[in-house]
């Protein structure tokens, strides 16, 4: 067996043509769990001094679920609600959405795959939310903690207010007290985390600290503020967390839906799509989009704002702007979809702002995102792909609102249309960006597509999209009020 592996690993070498040092031999790696009340031992190889351990193994380590793409070497590993994405061959690792790079890609030897030593600190560290030591003198690997239900601490800073979060494993019932001048302390019952991933430096002019402290039973989360100031804390499911509102806007007092703005797509210079027939996204969408303020503003009394009323141009990000601006609860983007090349498409689909993880939501982010060309000084001219992901990945705290809203607009289109439901997606969309609000772009047809096309062009079309737009704000509306209010009243 160790002579097979390394043939293979001197054909590769070969075939790579990268000068290798002497290989080192197949060696064996101890892991002590928990200041030992735990033992193993794991396979290694060396290639130009970076320790390499076996997929498989690693696995079978940590019980984590394993998926494999042969065709695009694409590895998928699970751990309960977290998920880690790599390319064999690629350094970048998606770690829960977040990007994280490695020294040396994980590799192919003699048909396993390879990972790096680090990738263990990588995953468990963002997955197991264990400590991990290795040591290459002793070739020890000391994993510490893994079974940790409290998992991060996040915060957001607004114009007026902070809002922090705890991200928990599973529910746990929670005290605030607030017995000591200008700090507010959350007793977690149950609650096991790391402490030192549980602090946080905030100094933004309200907040100026965050401490936890790991008691026998229960985790104590300790806010520091500037001064005494209203506070709000309730949970959210999906995954299940404690949020903590430092000086909570007033118009949120009531935790309902007041005001929705609708973002009919381009507009002036930039027409979006154009079908055979001639017919104009940017015309098509303004029309469905005064039809659902009508809906709204009749039926549920709600503000609704339109982020343009005619046949004008406004840059991607002044839309979310308008709905920062306006305070809005909910962003609306309306688009029709274009086959570009694609297999001829047709069919309603609906997207929340996330990374894109399939060739058919890149292809639609990249035609919406176009239009970056025609503004002077967009955000795509002075951040990278990845760059913009990270930032946005940081801010993003309405994912789950939004998928909710984006799952109720399809189902609803669904009852409404008799076209192809094309399904939920997620990708990164500029107009998106920046929203501080859940917020969706919805593709209610393909303009490229020549019936659908005539179909667009037809009042009474347009009419029943607003409709099944409608219907879903107000599925949404009802849903989050009521586990507004529920939250709120548990307190
Ligand atoms: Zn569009």
Redesign the pocket.
């Known amino acids: 067996m160790v002579k097979k592996i390394l043939i293979g690993l001197v054909v590769t070498a070969l075939i790579t043509l990268v000068a290798l040092p002497l290989l080192a031999q197949q060696e064996e790696i101890r892991v002590i769990y928990d200041e030992g009340q735990a033992q193993a031992t794991i396979k290694s190889l060396t290639f130009q001094g970076t320790n390499f351990i076996y997929l498989k193994e690693m696995v079978n380590l940590f019980r984590l679920d394993l998926k494999w793409d042969a065709i695009t070497k694409k590895v998928t590993l699970t751990s309960g609600p977290d998920q880690v994405i790599f390319f064999v061959g690629s350094p970048q690792i998606m770690v829960n959405d977040k990007i994280k790079r490695l020294i040396q890609p994980p590799r192919f030897s003699n048909g396993a795959i390879l990972l790096p030593i680090e990738f263990l600190s990588e995953i468990l560290d963002g997955v197991l939310r264990a400590k991990i030591d290795w040591d290459p003198k002793t070739r020890i690997l000391k994993v510490n903690g893994g079974r940790l239900n409290i998992r991060e601490l996040r915060h957001s800073s607004y114009l007026d207010s902070t809002r922090i979060v705890i991200d928990l494993l599973r529910p746990l019932s929670y005290r605030v007290r607030k017995d000591i001048p200008a700090q507010i302390t959350i007793d977690i019952y149950g609650g096991e985390g790391n402490p030192g991933q549980l602090s946080l430096e905030i100094n933004d002019g309200r907040v100026k600290n965050i401490q936890a402290f790991q008691l026998p039973n229960a985790t104590q989360v300790v806010v520091r503020l500037i001064q005494d100031l209203p506070y709000k804390t309730f949970i959210l499911k999906n995954p299940h967390r404690i949020v903590l509102d430092i000086n909570p806007p007033q118009k949120r007092l009531g935790y309902k839906i007041t005001t929705i703005v609708i973002d009919p797509?381009?507009g002036g210079k930039d027409p979006?799509?154009i079908g055979k027939g001639e017919t104009r996204?940017k015309d098509v969408v303004l029309a469905i989009a005064k039809e659902l303020k009508r809906l709204i503003s009749e039926r549920l009394g709600i503000r609704v704002v339109l982020t343009r009323t005619g046949d004008y141009f406004i840059p991607l990000k002044e839309r979310t702007a308008i709905a920062n601006n306006e305070g809005a609860d909910l962003f609306i983007s309306i688009?029709?979809n274009a086959a570009l090349g694609r297999a001829r498409g047709g069919g309603f689909e609906t997207y929340f702002h996330s990374l894109a993880l399939t060739e058919n939501a890149k292809a639609v982010a990249r035609?919406?995102n176009a239009v970056i060309k025609l503004e002077k000084g967009g955000r795509g001219k002075s951040m990278s792909q990845a760059e913009f992901i990270l930032w946005d990945m940081a801010h993003n705290t309405y994912l789950n609102e939004s998928s909710e809203l984006a799952i109720l607009v399809q189902e609803e289109l669904d009852k409404k249309l008799r076209i192809r439901n094309r399904k939920v997606d997620q990708a990164s969309f500029y107009v998106l960006s920046g929203a501080n609000m859940p917020s969706i772009l919805t593709e209610v047809a393909f303009i490229s597509n020549p019936r659908e096309e005539s179909m667009l062009r037809r009042p009474d079309f347009q009419k029943r999209i607003a409709e099944g737009l409608y219907n879903a704000i107000v599925l949404y509306k009802r849903s989050y009020e009521k586990s507004m209010g529920l939250a709120i009243s548990e307190q």
Request: charged share 20%; hydrophobic share 20%; no cysteine.
């Open positions: 797509g381009h979006g799509a996204e688009h029709t035609f919406e």
